[in-house]
Every structure is written in C-alpha cells, then in structure tokens.
C-alpha cells in the first residue's frame, strides 16, 4: 500500500480528520476540534468544507477510514471464527447424544454462517417490478376472493 507523503497536521487538523474518519459530519468535527461558539453555522460548514478538502487532511481521513475498516474486517471475521467454533462444538454434541432436532439447527446456523444460503432473486418479480415502473401504471389492491364469490 502506498503512503502518501504529506506535511504533518497540526493537532487540530488531525483531530478533525479522526473525528470525520469515526463518522462525524465535517461540521460536527470542525465544532469539536476548533473554538468557534461565536462563529455562524453557515462559516463553521464553509470552513469545515475548506478544511476537508485540504489536500493533507483528505489524505488523512481516507487512510483513517481505510485502518478502521480493515480493523472492523478483522474483528467481524474473528466473530464469525468464533461463531463457527461454537456451532462445530453444538453439532459434535448433538451428534453425541442423538439431539437430531439441534444438530439441524446446529448444521442450519453453520451453512448461514459460512454464507451458503444465497438469496435467490425472482426474475419475474423484478421483471414485473420494472415494467409498472415504467409504464407508470396505477397499482390497485386485488379484490378479496371471498367478497368476489360473495357479490356473484
């Protein structure tokens, strides 16, 4: 991965690129790294503005947001390590003691977990989606078929 090479941040600018990193809006993040109770909303957004698009603080927040989501990738699949242990754990038990129902269970969760069960799209119902959105139909609610046999 290649570095960027830019000057050293003051602390406040590396305090407001952290906190826009962590997900704060730049406006949220300006307030809180900088004193500017006096100023007016709209100088705090026009200078957070500025202040974000500063080649070194950009540079700073996109490689905070990208060691936080390689952090949040790590932890998410030790959990899913964790659960997968667990499960393997459960179906070795159900085997075991002839638990049939919690070993389906137990084999059930461990396919979800290792992602086996894909949602299947319905290419009618897409299809169908797509023509009343295009053809700008009114959509009405089917009769009930008990009314229906019930005016007959």
């Keep these: 991965m290649k570095k960027t090479r830019h000057r050293k941040l003051t602390a406040k600018q590396e305090k407001f690129a952290r906190l826009v990193a962590e997900g704060k809006t730049q406006s949220e993040a300006y ?18 503005s500025e ?22 990738d790590i932890a998410s699949q030790i959990t899913v390590e964790r659960q997968l242990e667990y499960c393997q754990k459960a179906i070795q038990e159900c085997l075991q003691s002839g638990d049939w129902a919690n070993l389906f269970k137990g084999l059930d969760m461990q396919n979800k977990l290792l992602g086996l069960y894909a949602p299947i799209k319905n290419e009618t119902t897409t299809k169908l ?14 009769e009930d078929t008990k009314d229906a046999k019930d005016k007959d």
């Excluded at 202040?51 to 949040?72: D, K, P, W, Y």
């Excluded at 989606?129 to 089917?142: G, K, W």
Aim: some cysteine; glycine content about 2%.
């Design 31 to 48: 307030r809180l790294a900088y004193n500017c109770v006096n100023n007016k909303p709209d100088t705090i957004w026009s200078r957070a």
């Design 51 to 72: 202040l974000a698009n500063h080649s070194g603080v950009s540079a700073r927040i996109e490689e905070l947001r990208r060691q936080f989501t390689q952090n949040l």
């Design 129 to 142: 989606q797509a023509y009343i959105i295009q053809t700008n139909l009114p959509i009405e609610p089917l």
